[in-house]
């Protein structure tokens, strides 16, 4: 067997944009898999096709090195080279799974749980009040969430702000993150958990006035508390509270992310696989996370085809926590996976699947309806 071809198109969810990718074979057998984000993705993808064409495609592993290593001039150590090398990537495990008949928790050794729990991100509300976050977590939990997320940076309103450019924040903003934050923590139930995120919006000093206002409610996390960039600034806020600190959806590849794991920059470590490079790199993060006694729960905003193949990687994680879910506002999120015997996520859980490969079959009547205007289905 041998790769014939790479295809791509993008499909118009809600909010983003989702860029599927397909691994042809000379026998017919084809491996779908999910590229985060559509910015250049296309191009590179056109690249990628040279380097495996002619390929055997059971070796998922040396052909990502392959494409890692043979793009590295033009900068696949970040950024779009790896947002393309992350699709191509899972489609290749999907593959390989096809092909010998397993799950992809299977290849990668195993699991240790057959469900996973899902967090679900509550979108900032409309009027931005305490009362409306409170609202926005208790709908999550009417829909069975054990974990949900708010988002607080920016909640206060515009006039409490005194200077949009930079990354500090007013005694009012400060005191409005906390208000919105103890408001969605009281709206919860006893044994249901909530994270916040900061989306690296700010200095640490400040990021730290708002960690020390959360200190007397026990959430799970704050999350992105600072620039991404910057690893002392996001260790500072970790070595001063007593409050959780996750990072990581910002980073590239395996290697980007060690120098959090190793200083312990951060307590929860967020890759997001189908974004980072893809499904070994984000086994090697799990096992650089366990073996350093930190918590891994990725970042994930993709469609079934990316999230199932999250899932099967954080089913193989001893260190586990909980995977994000941002198909809420999608009404046909679920229904993109084809005879999958109901919800994909179900109440707050996704069962990881037994099928070959990732295990999700694209339900290609219903993603032609909503591809982006101008793409052409890759028959």
């Given amino acids: 067997m041998k790769i014939t071809g790479i295809k791509s198109v993008m499909?118009?969810?809600?909010?983003?944009?989702?860029?599927?990718?397909?691994?042809?074979?000379?026998?017919?057998?084809?491996?779908?898999g999910e590229a985060q984000l559509p910015i250049g993705v296309r191009d590179i993808l056109t690249r990628m096709e040279e380097l495996l064409v002619g390929e055997d495609p059971r070796h998922p592993v040396r052909l990502a090195q392959k494409i890692y290593r043979g793009l590295i001039g033009a900068g696949s150590s970040g950024g779009s080279i790896v947002l393309a090398l992350s699709g191509v990537e899972l489609a290749l495990w999907d593959l390989h799974g096809k092909m010998t008949g397993l799950p992809l928790w299977q290849l990668l050794g195993?699991?240790?749980?057959?469900?996973?729990?899902?967090?679900?991100?509550?979108?900032r509300p409309g009027d931005r009040s305490p009362e409306a976050y409170a609202d926005g977590v208790r709908q999550?939990?009417?829909?069975?969430?054990?974990?949900?997320?708010?988002?607080?940076?920016?909640?206060?309103?515009?006039?409490?702000?005194?200077?949009?450019?930079?990354?500090?924040?007013?005694?009012?903003?400060?005191?409005?993150?906390?208000?919105?934050?103890?408001?969605?923590?009281?709206?919860?139930?006893?044994?249901?958990?909530?994270?916040?995120?900061?989306?690296?919006?700010?200095?640490?000093?400040?990021?730290?006035?708002?960690?020390?206002?959360?200190?007397?409610?026990?959430i799970l996390w704050l999350e992105d508390p600072t620039p991404p960039e910057n690893l002392d600034a996001l260790k500072y806020v970790t070595d001063h509270t007593s409050v959780p600190i996750a990072c990581g959806e910002n980073h590239w590849m395996s290697h980007g992310l060690r120098p959090m794991i190793e200083n312990r920059a951060a307590d929860i470590i967020t890759p997001d696989i189908p974004r980072f490079g893809g499904v070994q790199e984000g086994k090697k993060v799990a096992e650089l996370c366990e073996l350093h006694s930190l918590a891994f729960a990725p970042h994930n905003i993709c469609t079934p085809v990316g999230t199932v193949a999250s899932a099967h990687v954080c089913a193989n994680a001893p260190n586990f926590l909980a995977l994000e879910h941002h198909g809420l506002d999608c009404p046909w999120w679920d229904d993109i996976a084809l005879d999958w015997g109901g919800p994909v996520v179900d109440r707050g859980y996704i069962t990881v699947p037994d099928r070959p490969g990732i295990g999700v079959e694209l339900n290609e009547e219903l993603l032609r309806a909503h591809l982006v205007p101008g793409e052409v289905w890759w028959d």
């Fill in 11 to 32: 499909v118009q969810g809600i909010p983003w944009t989702w860029t599927l990718v397909k691994v042809e074979t000379d026998e017919g057998i084809c491996g779908i």
């Fill in 110 to 123: 195993g699991k240790y749980r057959d469900r996973v729990r899902i967090y679900a991100d509550t979108a």
């Fill in 140 to 218: 999550r939990v009417e829909a069975g969430y054990t974990v949900v997320k708010v988002d607080i940076d920016n909640s206060a309103p515009g006039e409490y702000r005194k200077d949009p450019h930079n990354r500090a924040l007013s005694r009012p903003e400060v005191e409005y993150m906390s208000a919105v934050s103890h408001a969605a923590y009281e709206a919860l139930p006893a044994d249901v958990e909530l994270c916040l995120d900061m989306h690296w919006s700010y200095q640490p000093a400040d990021a730290l006035r708002v960690a020390r206002r959360l200190e007397d409610i026990d």
